[in-house]
């Protein structure tokens, strides 16, 4: 079975600084993994994801993430936090099944943007 | 392009009344649906998920059910609540085919039990 990891439960940081959601995951096979960002009380909405292929994937709203194979890792980078980013996001992976695919979601980052 | 609705958005009901959510999807046929939950300050649930109409995976115990009566109708019920059946519900679709592996997420429901 997949795992994730998010570490940071909350991420406070200054407007217009650089920021990092740290994310770990553990499978026995290959993976599919995406970043979601959730507004209070609304759904999630896709940042961005890696299939295959660079392991460098941009996202909406300026954020990206790296798909790091050996350190089991897919941490989220913002050069440059806006206050409207302040949200809880949550990192997940995919595994293909034979019923359809399932994610797994970490228990999220609550990022807090101060002025 | 695709869309997803749910409703109601908030519902207070007491303890061992019937609960009855609904989730349709827009624009794209045969989808994979799902129901997470998420509690308060948790992450999300995995409860149900169906490949096609009326089949439905169970992922935990629970006094909760699922249904798809219809291609793009996902509905989740339960003949009695429980003060821990408290949360927001979530219903997500993943599109077929083309090599999509993400899911999209509804507005959900935030159901409080009293």
């Known amino acids: 079975a997949q795992s994730v990891t998010q570490l940071d439960s909350q991420v406070p940081v200054f407007e217009e600084a650089p920021v990092e959601l740290r994310c770990n995951y553990s499978?026995?096979?290959?993976?599919?993994l995406f970043w979601y960002v959730q507004y209070p009380n609304q759904g999630l909405q896709l940042l961005l994801k890696?299939?295959?292929?660079?392991?460098l994937v941009k996202g909406i709203n300026g954020f990206e993430a790296e798909f790091n194979k050996s350190q089991t890792s897919f941490h989220l980078r913002k050069p440059s936090v806006h206050i409207s980013d302040t949200a809880e996001y949550f990192c997940?992976?995919?595994?293909?099944?034979?019923?359809?695919?399932?994610?797994?979601f970490g228990t999220g980052t609550q990022l807090k943007v101060e002025l | 392009s695709q869309t997803i609705h749910q409703w109601p958005a908030t519902l207070v009901q007491p303890v061992g009344s019937p609960l009855s959510l609904e989730c349709t999807v827009e624009g794209t046929s045969n989808p994979n649906l799902y129901w997470y939950r998420q509690a308060a300050g948790r992450g999300l649930q995995l409860l149900f998920y169906s490949v096609g109409i009326g089949q439905i995976s169970s992922e935990v115990p629970q006094n909760l059910s699922a249904s798809r009566p219809q291609d793009r109708q996902f509905i989740l019920s339960s003949k009695k609540l429980l003060l821990s059946d408290s949360g927001f519900y979530l219903c997500?679709?993943?599109?077929?085919?083309?090599?999509?592996?993400?899911?999209?997420f509804g507005p959900g429901t935030r159901l409080t039990v009293t």
């Open positions: 890696y299939l295959s292929g660079s392991t």
């Open positions: 997940a992976v995919s595994v293909l099944t034979g019923g359809g695919n399932k994610l797994t």
């Open positions: 499978s026995s096979v290959s993976v599919y």
């Open positions: 997500a679709y993943r599109k077929i085919g083309g090599g999509y592996y993400e899911q999209y």
